[in-house]
Each structure stands twice: as C-alpha cells, then as structure tokens.
C-alpha cells in the first residue's frame, strides 16, 4: 500500500506533482470516498448530488487534479453513501487503483466506513490510498483533533493503516495549531508531521518523503514549542 497524506486537492501543484506523477498515471482507475460530512451538510441522495454530481464545484475540485496527471473523468468512480451498499461499494473498490478520502469530520466518515461494511477491505487494500486533512488522519492508529468549532482536543482511533507518529493538517504557526501540536506531543509521545497547506507526506513501503512544506516535530522540541506558545499568546 502506498499512503498520501494531504490538506487540500492541491496536489497537482509542483510541490507534490513530481512526487506523485509515478503514482497518480495517466488511466488509473481513482475512486473518491466523500464521506467526511455531517448531517447539516447532505441528509439525502438528492443533496449528494447537489454537492457531488458531475459538475458541481465540489465534483469540479475533486477531479480537476487527477486531470493534471492524465487521469480521465470516465476513469473517476465514487461512492454514495445513500446509493451503494457493501456489496457495489466492494465493487468499486476491487476495481480501483487509488482510493481518494476527503476532507471533513473524521468521526463520520469512519462511522460511514462502518455502516457500509468496508473498513476491513479498505485496510487491505493494495493500491493508493489517498486522503486530505479527515482523509489523511483517519489512515493513523491514533491522532488528535486540535481543537476547534464543533471538537474539543481529544485522541481518537484510525483505520490503523499507519502508525508512530501523528499530525498537524492545515498548520500555520498560530497558537491554536502550536498547542495542538503541544498537546499531542505531550500526551502521545510520537513524531508528529505538521502539515502547512502546500505540505503532505508520501509514503510508499514505509519509506517517508516530506511534500512541500511539511517538517518534522518530536518531544524534543517541546522547549521551543512552549517558546513559541509563550510568545503567541504573550508577546514574549
């Protein structure tokens, strides 16, 4: 399994292209699992098509990357969660070459995994798997949530898909990214991986390969982490 770990379907600008170019070929068959939003967002098959049918602003933002690399429409399948069951959902994922997860709710998509009956399959799957922010986090053991509107800071299980280290999507040296990177480098204990939006992480048979932006923190930079939260917060 090859594992891309993203923030936005940005993915086809230089910073990630010839990284992902060996990957991402021209006929390869992509199938896109938007299933990271809540239910304020899309409560029925209709409004999943309002929001994803062909054509749409998030259809078009999904798919215009894959174009970059030669990756034609017709080769782009998706999962709808109102539409397909496990066993078309099975389908599509027996005949693809790159799962692509999208950003969101975390906790969802997960429980949507579970409804359909695909998380073991998806564990087991021996192509690419790619996802962007929720996307990318639920492929780990374990990760936190820094908290936000809507979440409180808290550890939560994965797919385990990946595991020893954690990380940071959407980072922007800020204090409320600073102490969620705090926090989770207290509590875990593990590297964590922060993820500006022109950053992602490839990893292909456990090899890394930084994208972009993307560095490296461990517990040992705490005492410049608490630097920087002092100075964030207080001016000092």
């Known amino acids: 399994m090859i594992n891309v770990l993203l923030n936005l379907s940005n993915f086809d600008e230089p910073w990630a292209y010839g990284s992902l170019e060996n990957i991402l070929l021209p006929r390869s068959r992509v199938l896109i699992l938007p299933l990271s939003y809540d239910e304020g967002w899309i409560t029925d098959a209709y409004e999943w098509k309002e929001r994803y049918g062909r054509g749409s602003r998030y259809y078009e933002e999904l798919v215009r990357p894959f174009r970059a690399f030669g990756i034609n429409d017709n080769d782009i399948s998706w999962i709808n969660y109102y539409e397909d069951d496990r066993e078309s959902s099975l389908r599509k994922i027996n005949e693809a070459d790159i799962l692509l997860f999208t950003g969101g709710y975390p906790d969802w998509m997960l429980q949507r995994l579970y409804d359909l ?44 898909l990946l595991s020893g280290f954690d990380i940071e999507p959407h980072y922007e040296e800020d204090l409320h990214h600073i102490t969620g990177i705090i926090r989770s480098l207290e509590d875990m204990g593990r590297p964590l991986i922060a993820m500006p939006n022109r950053g992602g992480v490839l990893i292909d048979d456990g090899h890394f390969e930084l994208l972009g932006e993307s560095f490296i923190l461990e517990p040992k930079d705490l005492d410049e982490l608490y630097a920087a939260y002092d100075f964030l917060r207080y001016g000092y």
């Open 117 to 160: 009956g695909i998380r073991d399959e998806i564990s087991g799957f021996e192509g690419a798997v790619m996802g962007m922010s929720a996307g990318a986090l639920i492929q780990l053991d374990e990760y936190h949530l820094t908290e936000e509107e809507g979440y409180e800071y808290q550890i939560q299980e994965g797919l385990g």
